[in-house]
């Protein structure tokens, strides 16, 4: 199972609304994770099961979609946000990663 | 407090052998299953290998498969990947990773990584 992410990269200010895509090439059921990871750190999970919050993340992050197409949507971007973004199904135990959205400063 | 700290990354040279390893605390280390993530430099995450708390089932990316062994010592609260045959591609950032519940292979807590360079 592949899975591709658009956009490969993002320019948004800060309060923006930012969607990034992730699709599988095959059903995946709900079995998709979101990541957000920053130069020179480990990545941090955001989203799993889809659409779960993981404890401690803030609600301006959510996540939707099942099957093949998934969205991962930060309702009013911070600061903080401008990283790296992630997906990775987690469907037949090869757990394959998306290629990555770099969100940076417009 | 959940701690991974990875070791044994190095330069080898191709074809050569490497093993790291992971060792955890702040946690019953055989209710979870663990899993290696690398990363070559300014490029993106990579799953390599995942294996269940009891050891039994193991699982592998096919970049690695045949190659790449994954294992753990849960006397010693160790997780370990044993590398052969390595070749240039193989060279990353290794991350070792645990999933957020027991069982779970989404990935809450990471290690700093160790990292593997691979030349002559």
């Known amino acids: 199972i592949q899975l591709t992410q658009s956009p490969s990269s993002l320019s948004a200010s800060v309060g923006d609304r930012v969607t990034i895509t992730c699709r599988a090439s095959q059903g995946i059921s709900s079995y998709l994770a979101w990541y957000q990871q920053k130069p020179g750190k480990a990545p941090k999970l955001l989203i799993y099961?889809?659409?779960t919050l993981q404890s401690g993340v803030p609600s301006r992050f959510s996540g939707s979609g099942s099957g093949t197409d998934f969205t991962l949507t930060i309702s009013s971007l911070q600061p903080e946000d401008f990283a790296t973004y992630y997906c990775q199904h987690l469907y037949n135990y090869v757990f394959t990663f998306g290629p990555g959205t770099k969100v940076d400063i417009k | 407090e959940v701690q991974l700290l990875e070791s044994g990354g190095g330069l080898v040279q191709p074809g050569g052998s490497l093993r790291l390893s992971c060792a955890a605390s702040?946690?019953?280390?055989?209710?979870?299953?663990m899993t290696w993530v690398r990363q070559a430099p300014g490029k993106g995450l990579e799953w390599v290998s995942g294996?269940?708390?009891?050891?039994?089932?193991?699982y592998y990316a096919d970049s690695v498969k045949g190659r790449f062994t994954v294992s753990r010592d849960n006397s010693k609260n160790t997780l370990y990947l044993q590398m052969n045959s390595l070749r240039a591609e193989d060279a990353a950032i290794y991350y070792c990773?645990?999933?957020?519940?027991?069982?779970?292979?989404?990935?809450?807590?990471w290690g700093q990584g160790t990292l593997v360079t691979v030349s002559s």
């Open positions: 099961a889809a659409s």
């Open positions: 702040g946690f019953t280390f055989s209710n979870y299953a």
């Open positions: 294996i269940s708390g009891s050891g039994g089932n193991t």
């Open positions: 990773a645990r999933g957020y519940s027991s069982g779970s292979y989404y990935l809450q807590h």
